[in-house]
């Protein structure tokens, strides 16, 4: 079963906590600031590595606790990313966390993840996120490099023609997507017959 919802979040609107400054928290951090670098982020954990506090150095966006996780760290948190070593203690952040109602990843413990982090390929404002349902994140790296290469470096100019058009096209809803499905119809094998 393939029941994964996707969505994009604008992070520099919410509050991500990250638990855990070892190899996975930084993989995470480096994920959230890559896509959304004016995301606001807290980290805690008793020990960070030196990338991560680089990473602080540079950006007042993110504010960095050197000590283990407690209760009171979530709140004010949107989205929790629990990286820890500690995998009983992983779950128990998450089922404190799940009384708050506040979507949890714990990075050691898929079945009980509310949200997956995905790999991203990005072509300008392009952004294609892909999701092995938890199966293999290297082979979703890998597709990730396949698409990179195969998807051309053009398409914002299409984007902004086509933004061009919406914007321009008067008229009611039902006519704009008329008018915008016609002129993209050649776009697509399905509809342009070959
Ligand atoms: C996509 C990506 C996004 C990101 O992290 O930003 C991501 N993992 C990435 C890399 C990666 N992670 C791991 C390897 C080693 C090789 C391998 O196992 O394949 C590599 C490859 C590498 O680093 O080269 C190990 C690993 N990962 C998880 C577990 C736990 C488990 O499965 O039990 C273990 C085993 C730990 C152990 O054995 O101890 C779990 C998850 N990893 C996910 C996402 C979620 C599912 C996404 C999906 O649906 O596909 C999920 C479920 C939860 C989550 O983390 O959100 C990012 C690629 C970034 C890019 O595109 O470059
Ligand atoms: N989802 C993924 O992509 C992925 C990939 C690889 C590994 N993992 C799993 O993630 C977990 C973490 O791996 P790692 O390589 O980052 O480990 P690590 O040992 O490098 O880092 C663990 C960090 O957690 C901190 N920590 C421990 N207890 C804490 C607490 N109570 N509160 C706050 N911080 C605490 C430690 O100080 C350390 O900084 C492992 O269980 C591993 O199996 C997940």
């Not at 906590?17 to 070892?22: K, Q």
């Not at 807290?42 to 950006?59: K, Y």
């Not at 051309?152 to 096209?169: F, G, H, I, S, Y």
Request: proline share 3%; net charge negative; hydrophobic share 40%.
């Amino acid at each position: 079963m393939n029941n994964l919802f996707p969505i994009f979040l604008k992070l520099e609107n919410l509050h991500t906590l990250i638990v855990g400054g070892g190899y996975v928290g930084l993989e995470k951090l480096t994920a959230v600031l890559d896509n959304s670098p004016m995301a606001k982020v807290t980290l805690v954990s008793p020990e960070i590595r030196q990338e991560i506090l680089d990473m602080a150095e540079r950006n007042s966006r993110i504010n960095l606790i050197l000590r283990k996780f407690e209760d009171e760290d979530l709140s004010a948190k949107d989205l929790v990313i629990v990286a820890t070593n500690d995998k009983e203690e992983n779950k128990r952040m998450w089922e404190l966390a799940r009384t708050r109602h506040i979507l949890t990843n714990v990075a050691d413990t898929p079945a009980i993840c509310d949200f997956y982090l995905s790999s991203v390929v990005r072509k300008g404002n392009l952004k294609v996120a892909i999701s092995t349902n938890g199966m293999s994140p290297t082979f979703a790296k890998r597709l990730k490099e396949v698409l990179g290469d195969a998807l051309p470096d053009n398409l914002d100019t299409a984007m902004e023609q086509l933004k061009a058009v919406r914007d321009m096209l008067k008229g009611d809803f039902a006519h704009k997507v008329e008018e915008l499905n016609r002129i993209t119809a050649v776009l697509t094998t399905k509809n342009n017959g070959e």
